[in-house]
């Protein structure tokens, strides 16, 4: 059975006073927006229903300073699974970032995504229908050693799309490159330590 990824990549400016408050408020209600109009597609819902959502976790939450700059699409790629996150068949080398939660400051609209995994059961204890919460910034990022060698899984996806060994930087695929070359371009931008991408991952 497959994994799929599925996460946000998020930034925060750094305060600046009034501006800042001013900029933050109003792309907060952009992305509510869109982040209720994305829910919707994803999981079926009407948008109705999902702006309530997002709305309603904005409406509980301080302003964490953190806004959410883009939804994953659901991926399975087995060298990110693997090598990066911890999941799935034990990998060549050690994991950079195996389950380490969900940030304490999430912004709301991540938060309210993530959300839509919650579940009750019939005794009416809450659970997420995901696991293996966890994120890496982009000061993380330019720690890994991306040329370390990755030895595809015979029979895989990324085995057949990598021919057996490469890097991996090659192994983790297009989309991945271009997510990471993004939070590098937010980070000097913002700080490293002001962007990062938070995952989970579903079944």
């Known amino acids: 059975m497959s994994v799929n990824i599925w996460g946000v990549v998020e930034y925060r400016p750094s305060p600046t006073g009034r501006e800042w408050a001013r900029q933050w408020f109003a792309e907060r209600n952009r992305r509510l927006r869109r982040a209720a109009i994305e829910f919707s597609a994803v999981h079926q819902q009407s948008y109705v229903k999902c702006e309530e959502r997002a709305t309603e976790r904005v409406k509980k939450e301080n302003a964490s300073g953190w806004i959410t700059r883009k939804l994953l699409k659901p991926t399975a790629n087995e060298a990110v699974l693997r090598s990066i996150w911890g999941v799935g068949r034990e990998g060549d080398v050690p994991p950079v970032s195996p389950r380490r939660g969900s940030p304490d400051d999430l912004s709301p609209f991540a938060g309210a995504y993530h959300d839509s995994w919650r579940q009750t059961d019939p005794d ?18 330019d720690l890994i050693n991306w040329h370390v060698p990755w030895k595809a899984i015979e029979g895989s996806e990324s085995g057949r799309a990598s021919a057996g060994e490469c890097t991996l930087w090659k192994a983790i695929g297009k989309d991945w490159r271009e997510l990471f070359a993004e939070l590098r371009r937010l980070g000097e931008k913002y700080g490293p330590e002001n962007a990062r991408v938070f995952v989970w991952f579903d079944r």
Not at 124 to 141: R, V
């Open 124 to 141: 009416g204890n809450i659970y997420y229908d995901c696991f293996g919460e966890s994120y890496l910034t982009g000061l993380e990022i």
